[in-house]
């Protein structure tokens, strides 16, 4: 077979377009495989920041995040010394341990005691609030003697 001159430079101009675009491949092919191990790294990065994220919305569900001013208004409603001891010592259990010190300060600066108001003489309830251990009842008995203090 035989080829002309002409033929043969077409076939080399060919040949030479085509590693010309080989060569472009291979350097976008580089270039997207530095760039694929790039966002794999920041991926791996972010996942072990979500993750860490996620153990700390774990921890932090544990907690009842209370506003003092809500605490303010609803203390202030408050009728009865036993309500509000009941309160007061439900919140001083939720405290969490790490901050239990400033954490108190601030719930004594917001739960200031209540006015208690004076029962009417014809009231003979008796109200008493028995704690125990784990555990709190709260106990409302007509006409009943005071088991504290039995003369009353």
């Known amino acids: 077979m035989e080829?002309?001159?002409?033929?043969?430079?077409?076939?080399?101009?060919d040949k030479s377009q085509q590693a010309m675009k080989i060569a472009d491949l291979e350097r976008q092919l580089t270039e997207v495989k530095e760039e694929n191990e790039h966002l794999?790294?920041?991926?791996?990065q972010l996942e072990m920041a979500n993750a860490a994220e996620r153990l700390k919305?774990?921890?932090?569900?544990?907690?009842?995040?209370?506003?003092?001013?809500?605490?303010?208004?609803?203390?202030?409603?408050?009728?009865?010394?036993d309500r509000f001891a009941f309160l007061k010592t439900f919140l001083e259990f939720v405290l969490p341990a790490e901050h239990y010190q400033e954490q108190l300060l601030l719930l004594n600066e917001v739960m200031v005691?209540?006015?208690?108001?004076?029962?009417p003489k014809g009231d003979t309830h008796n109200h008493y609030v028995t704690m125990t251990g784990d555990s709190a009842s709260y106990t409302e008995n007509n006409n009943t003697p005071d088991p504290i203090n039995p003369n009353n």
């Not at 005691?113 to 029962?119: C, G, H, I, V, W």
């Open 40 to 44: 794999k790294s920041y991926t791996k």
């Open 57 to 81: 919305n774990m921890l932090l569900r544990n907690y009842i995040t209370l506003s003092v001013e809500k605490i303010k208004i609803f203390v202030s409603h408050l009728s009865g010394l």
């Open 113 to 119: 005691l209540p006015d208690e108001p004076k029962q």
């Open 3 to 13: 080829i002309t001159l002409e033929e043969f430079h077409q076939l080399a101009d």
